[in-house]
């Protein structure tokens, strides 16, 4: 029998892995600090417990990209996913599933696998080259001394305070003919997307900003402070009504080209990611909920018909920048014999970190057996979303995201709305099934999301 791989950690990410290791044959130690140590989260000890939601959101595989992420993982066989279904609960058009069956699904399935042995322990560092080949799976509550072992191994200091997030725009959704390209002082090139506000403008946005609902923070995240370099828009608001202005809204430096004037404010968006798909609003990490940002946002001239892959958020978090610390096989490149999956390496949701998990898996499963592992097409949702955190994402600017559509290599031809997604989903599939190596096949459409 080979040497097993380590895997630390039993949530999403972690099961998955362990599953895809053993069932391609390769023995798995599973460490789980649960019940031994419990985070300010987890109420059980159970593997892949859902501690928020319920849902691993819409479930569409023809039009929808995390739809698609499911339907690429269940032809993967995924246990997450295996389990998901078997516990389903109506959801419309989304996967729900009952935690408490789901969670003892995946665990009574692993414990049961005689290639997994399962130890509950924490362990306190990075795993040793002794372990050989492991997995660090540990998500947004890594314990802290595995935490700082981390930061002590990588030099980066991200770990422990307030992810201040920033939304992300389609650039396709931005409307070029009020927004225009340039750099304040036309320094660097015209590298930013500028959105104009005159004073009327900007005074209704700072009013709409300030009245706007908030998001509480959950109670084990009170006793974290903000990370001053990256206030909320808001707080910077209730500072004064000219502190966004001179702040990530100034316009110094810029003129519109229509009217030949520096505008009052400035909203600026910054390219996010290789393709140049998404683009990041500058400076707008933000706690408004979701459907006040999408209201708000909107009143942006250039952005009233905005199309948002991220929209922005305030949490405590722990994750790595991936895109500078990982190279593209989920390995650190400090400690190649560790690989990292979930969210922990800056992705955002359950079936992203399940998906992770899913690649880190069978990456270590493939070394194991004396095989090169095998990464998926980037026309995947599976490799658009590892490209992404291996270093399609722009380092400086990292942070959490979810699978979307603007993830993947833009397409030869470009239709337009529900077909523009089809041809995404269909092309995916296709790679997928050969990446795989199984028979093509179309999934037969779900309700619309």
Not at 63 to 73: I, S
Not at 162 to 174: E, K, N, Q, T
Not at 303 to 319: D, K, M, S, V, W
Request: proline share 8%; hydrophobic share 45%; charged share 20%.
């Amino acid at each position: 029998m080979s040497v097993p791989v380590h895997v630390v950690g039993a949530g999403l990410a972690g099961s998955e892995a362990a599953w895809q290791i053993a069932s391609a044959g390769v023995p798995v130690v599973l460490h789980e600090m649960r019940p031994v140590r419990m985070t300010e989260a987890h109420r059980t000890e159970g593997f892949a417990e859902l501690v928020c939601s319920n849902s691993f959101r819409a479930d569409d595989p023809l039009f929808n990209a995390v739809g698609l992420l499911h339907e690429e993982m269940r032809r993967a066989g995924s246990l997450i996913l295996r389990a998901g279904d078997a516990h389903r609960l109506p959801a419309g058009a989304a996967l729900a599933v009952d935690r408490d069956g789901f969670s003892a699904e995946v665990t009574r399935t692993l414990a049961e696998h005689p290639l997994v042995t399962v130890v509950r322990e924490e362990v306190p560092g990075l795993p040793p080259q002794a372990w050989g080949s492991a997995i660090v799976a540990t998500g947004p509550l890594t314990a802290p001394a595995l935490a700082a072992d981390i930061r002590r191994v990588t030099g980066e200091d991200a770990l422990a305070f307030f992810d201040a997030i920033a939304p992300i725009v389609h650039r396709d959704s931005i409307d070029m003919t009020v927004a225009w390209m340039q750099s304040r002082y036309d320094k660097g090139g015209a590298d930013y997307i500028n959105c104009p506000l005159d004073r009327a403008q900007y005074e209704a946005f700072i009013a709409a900003l300030l009245a706007a609902e908030k998001t509480e923070f959950r109670a084990w995240e009170t006793d974290t402070p903000y990370f001053d370099g990256c206030l909320p828009i808001e707080v910077m608001a209730e500072r004064g009504p000219d502190t966004l202005r001179w702040g990530p809204m100034k316009p110094v430096g810029l003129r519109d080209p229509r009217t030949g004037r520096r505008p009052w404010a400035v909203v600026q968006l910054r390219q996010d990611n290789a393709l140049g798909t998404l683009w990041n609003m500058v400076g707008f990490q933000t706690k408004l909920k979701y459907a006040e940002q999408v209201r708000l946002f909107r009143t942006i001239p250039g952005l009233e018909n905005a199309e948002f892959a991220r929209l922005g958020g305030l949490h405590r978090n722990t994750f790595l920048n991936s895109p500078r610390l990982l190279d593209p096989l989920l390995r650190l490149k400090a400690a190649p014999h560790v690989r990292f999956a979930g969210q922990i390496t800056g992705v955002e949701g359950y079936v992203e970190s399940a998906a992770i998990g899913l690649l880190a898996g069978r990456f270590a499963a493939a070394e194991a057996r004396g095989e090169a592992p095998s990464a998926p097409p980037l026309e995947t949702a599976l490799g658009a979303l590892l490209a992404h955190i291996t270093g399609g994402a722009t380092a400086e600017t990292f942070q959490p995201m979810n699978i979307n559509f603007g993830l993947f290599p833009p397409l030869a031809e470009a239709p337009k709305g529900r077909e523009r997604k089809r041809a995404y989903c269909e092309r995916a599939l296709r790679a997928a099934d050969a990446w795989l190596g199984r028979p093509h096949t179309l999934p037969a459409p779900r309700a619309a999301a």
